[in-house]
């Protein structure tokens, strides 16, 4: 009886050190998904290198050209300053000149083989009929029907905050007959949402850094949204712009920042 009564008793013990094991094991668990869930997803946003279109000063939005040699140049320093930051996920349009940009970041960054997610939401703003047209004809254009002569005082409109970029795509409207230019707060609409989407995707996954490569305008179209101390000025190729996903919110570090680039010529 004795001996019947030993074993009941080691086998209830036996079960409770199973399911305090478990219980230990679970609460192990949660608090490393806990620390996951408290980090930081810091973008590297950055502008594609200088494109054929371009050096020929024609407008390029949903149109697409090739990286010209300084263009791909630019790209590769930007990812030679970038060696210390390991990346944990790539994003670019789905514009080559954009793909091109990032596979050359990764080439000397050292994450060449980092998978590239495209996107159609990161593209630059469309221009309707003036895609592949002079700067000088679409600028040119928006600037009359804002009482400027020519597309150098409309810029210096805007330089000045007389203008907002805003205001210059509102009256695009008016001269596109094609239906398919883009208004400002279409352009930030899906820029936000795109970058909402890969933040919260990543934070899901723990956190980490990211590299996302869009265009100019399209650039400036999401800081607006995130930050008063954008004002509309031009992004530099392969500039970057610094952007924390913290605690469900987006707070912009840097713009235009163009520290790595520099960082990566001087390592030649």
Known sequence: MKKKMGKVWIACVSVLLILSGCGSG??????????????????????????MLNQEKRVQGFADSPL????TEVAKQLGKGLKETHFDAVY????GRARETAEAVLGTQGQKNLKLNESKKLREVCFGKYEGDLDANMWGDIAKQLGYP??????????????????????????????????????????QQELT????KQADKGGGNVLLVSHGMAIG?????????????????????KIRYKDGKFHVESINDMSYVEKGESEK
């Open 68 to 71: 010209v040699d300084s263009g």
């Open 150 to 191: 020519d597309q150098p005082a409309l810029m210096k409109a805007v330089s000045e905050q007389k203008i907002t970029i805003e205001q210059c795509l509102e009256k695009l409207q008016n001269l596109d007959d094609t239906g398919m230019a883009e208004t400002y707060p279409v352009v930030q609409t899906r820029m």
């Open 221 to 241: 179209a999401l800081v607006s949204t995130l930050t008063d101390d954008y004002h509309g000025a031009p992004f530099e190729n392969a500039s970057v712009t």
């Open 26 to 51: 679970q609460a192990a668990k949660d608090t490393i998904a806990s620390k996951k869930a408290d980090k930081d997803v810091v973008i590297y946003v950055t502008r594609h290198g200088k494109t």
């Open 92 to 95: 670019s349009s789905d514009s």
């Open 197 to 200: 989407k890969i933040a919260k």
